[in-house]
């Protein structure tokens, strides 16, 4: 069965960086965009970042632009989020997730292939 698993997530001080990694089975991994989620205590989840299923476009909300990074390598069916500079308000939990490549990648509710997320929390 289909199944993407995050890993990475931890504790880091504010200003530290993390690299969270998603690894795709039981899927045509370069069929799917793929994209990082997030959603802190008490809010809405809100799309991080995206990334097209070859790799040649790339999105980001204005919350991260500049501090994260999105890339994948399709090879080894993974996708990563690596974050720099983080803020005590980037804590959250992180969650990839797939969206078909026919799909617009930019709209959330495309995305219909989920992880389990990682907690990611910056301290102050």
């Known amino acids: 069965q289909v199944q993407l698993v995050e890993s990475g997530g931890g504790l880091v001080q504010a200003g530290g960086s993390l690299r969270l990694s998603c690894a795709a089975s039981?899927?045509?991994?370069?069929?799917?965009?793929m994209g990082w989620f997030r959603q802190a205590p008490g809010k809405e989840r809100e799309i991080v970042a995206s990334i097209s299923r070859y790799g040649g476009g790339t999105s980001y909300a204005d919350s991260v632009k500049g501090r994260f990074t999105i890339s994948r390598d399709n090879a080894k069916n993974t996708v990563y989020l690596q974050m720099n500079s983080l803020k005590p308000e980037d804590t959250a939990v992180y969650s990839c997730a797939a969206a078909p490549a026919y799909s617009d990648r930019l709209y959330a509710a495309n995305y219909n292939l989920w992880g389990q997320g990682t907690q990611v929390t910056v301290s102050s």
């Open positions: 039981g899927l045509t991994f370069s069929s799917y965009h």
